[in-house]
């Protein structure tokens, strides 16, 4: 069991400095709040009418460093479920939608407010679920979670929302198993599909989720047949391909060596690599099942 003591030892930090971060937290991080718009692009607003932003909360300095450690040495190596994509080294995007490959009807929904409906307290308890000591576990969480949630823009955040989701996570992959889905998640984005029509078992998804405590986006929660996308990547049976917008916007750069365009262009290459790749055995290769 990993005490206080051993935890300053993985982080390489001595028991002051870890206690001065702990008790002086708030000078650690920084405010970046920007407007949450619609497809309209007007601000959008809560049903108070206050004006909904995205607050991110990047931490610096010595906690930074402390929260790659963190990740480093203690998070990567508790092991995610292969229904997870966001946020894990060598997983992205693109292969998130090559799992669905073949599938025809698609079921996509968004957490709502992921990071912040994410509390000090769960995070405190799947520290615990894990095996660690109360202690760790308290100080842990202290350095991982700021104003009582999970702060969106530090190193340990993607991973530590990926096993705060683990419980609501399993119960729908067992779900999916026992109807012959295909489930995934790239962070707050979730997919479900199948070969054939499910769509009646929609409500019964959307249960579970709200059940373990998280809230769905209602406007991006869609059940799909034609030209499904998951997240951002149209997938067909016989592969991936990226809309015809996005297409445009590669022809439009006039200079195709600027650090946009070429990272647009290798985007767009790495979508038609992977799609071209046989689904079976990308799944094989990234231990997906």
């Not at 992205?92 to 409906?117: C, S």
């Amino acid at each position: 069991m990993l005490d206080a003591f051993k935890l300053c030892q993985i982080l390489n930090i001595k028991p002051k400095e870890l206690n001065y971060l702990v008790d002086n937290i708030d000078n650690f991080y920084y405010l970046i709040s920007n407007p949450k718009l619609g497809k309209d692009g007007v601000q959008l607003k809560d049903k108070n009418g206050k004006l909904r932003t995205r607050d991110l909360y990047p931490s610096i300095t010595l906690l930074k460093n402390v929260q790659r450690g963190i990740y480093r040495n203690i998070l990567k190596r508790i092991k995610l479920p292969s229904y997870a994509f966001g946020g894990i080294e060598r997983r992205d995007n693109i292969l998130n939608a090559k799992m669905h490959q073949g599938n025809k009807f698609f079921f996509n929904t968004d957490l709502r407010n992921f990071y912040p409906g994410i509390s000090h307290t769960q995070i405190y308890q799947m520290f615990l679920s894990r095996g660690f000591a109360p202690q760790t576990a308290n100080i842990l969480t202290k350095l991982t979670t700021y104003k009582g949630m999970l702060p969106q823009g530090t190193p340990t955040s993607p991973y530590l929302a990926n096993l705060a989701f683990v419980n609501a996570g399993n119960e729908l992959q067992e779900f999916a198993k026992l109807h012959s889905l295909t489930f995934t998640t790239f962070v707050d984005d979730i997919t479900l599909s199948g070969k054939t029509d499910f769509q009646p078992l929609a409500n019964t998804i959307i249960d579970i989720i709200t059940s373990k405590g998280f809230k769905i986006s209602h406007n991006k929660t869609f059940y799909q047949t034609s030209m499904p996308k998951v997240t951002n990547v149209i997938v067909m049976r016989d592969g991936l391909r990226l809309s015809d917008s996005y297409k445009a916007k590669i022809e439009s750069f006039e200079d195709k060596e600027t650090p946009q365009a070429k990272g647009s262009i290798n985007y767009f290459n790495r979508v038609t690599k992977v799609s071209t790749q046989k689904a079976l055995k990308v799944k094989q290769q990234i231990g997906f099942n």
